[in-house]
T-cell receptor, first 113, second 112 residues
Framework: NAGVTQTPKFQVLKTGQSMTLQCAQDMNHEYMSWYRQDPGMGLRLIHYSVGAGITDQGEVPNGYNVSRSTTEDFPLRLLSAAPSQTSVYFC????????????FGSGTRLTVV | GENVEQHPSTLSVQEGDSAVIKCTYSDSASNYFPWYKQELGKGPQLIIDIRSNVGEKKDQRIAVTLNKTAKHFSLHITETQPEDSAVYFCAALSYNNNDMRFGAGTRLTVKP
């Protein structure tokens, strides 16, 4: 049982490049979400999914896309990276059937130059 | 949407002392209030949570209190130890939506 696995751990992109941050969970959680963490701003919700095939926007969705084709995977795509997207990104999952506590991945530190 | 404010942003205590972190929320529909601990280079980890039908919950040295009327909740850590040093986040969620909002975090330092 690995929990929530995020890859890569570190990434440097040039402005305008695109990339996908990977997130996978093996707990059969129906709910998955992406947050970005910036100094002094806590964790802000980017996108979330309540089940396979269902996604919705959070607080700061612009510049990001998501899809949920399986229960296990919830990738986050940066369409055209900008320096403002330099941040630490966390994926989280939870099960509403059990409790609402989130399990977080270890994060991806992204730098856009 | 929900707005969660957390105070203080930094807190330094002597080992063995107590630490208190306070949060307020704006959405009266919020009914789930977790607390997370984040150590350097790691993701946040759930340490305790409370639901709106309970006023207080305790787990060893950690306790959380909730005042729904005043819309605030607090984390209490007693007999602090150096390994309690970390960033702590509060959050609030309404069961009717999926948008969990986090406070800005409190950096707790426990001096040996």
């Amino acid at each position: 049982n690995a929990g929530v696995t995020q890859t890569p751990k570190f990434q440097v992109l040039k402005t305008g490049q695109s990339m996908t941050l990977q997130c996978a969970q093996d707990m059969n959680h129906e709910y998955m979400s992406w947050y970005r963490q910036d100094p002094g701003m806590g964790l802000r919700l980017i996108h979330y999914s309540v089940g396979a095939g269902i996604t919705d926007q959070g607080e700061v969705p612009n510049g990001y896309n998501v899809s949920r084709s399986t229960t296990e995977d919830f990738p986050l795509r940066l369409l055209s990276a900008a320096p403002s997207q330099t941040s630490v990104y966390f994926c989280a999952s939870s099960s509403r059937l059990a409790n609402y506590g989130y399990t977080f991945g270890s994060g991806t530190r992204l730098t856009v130059v | 949407g929900e707005n969660v404010e957390q105070h203080p942003s930094t807190l330094s205590v002597q080992e063995g002392d107590s630490a208190v972190i306070k949060c307020t929320y704006s959405d009266s529909a919020s009914n789930y209030f977790p607390w997370y601990k984040q150590e350097l280079g790691k993701g946040p980890q759930l340490i305790i949570d409370i639901r709106s039908n309970v006023g207080e919950k305790k787990d060893q040295r950690i306790a959380v209190t909730l005042n729904k009327t005043a819309k605030h909740f607090s984390l209490h850590i007693t007999e602090t130890q150096p390994e309690d040093s970390a960033v702590y986040f509060c959050a609030a969620l309404s069961y009717n939506n999926n948008d969990m909002r986090f406070g800005a975090g409190t950096r707790l330092t426990v001096k040996p």
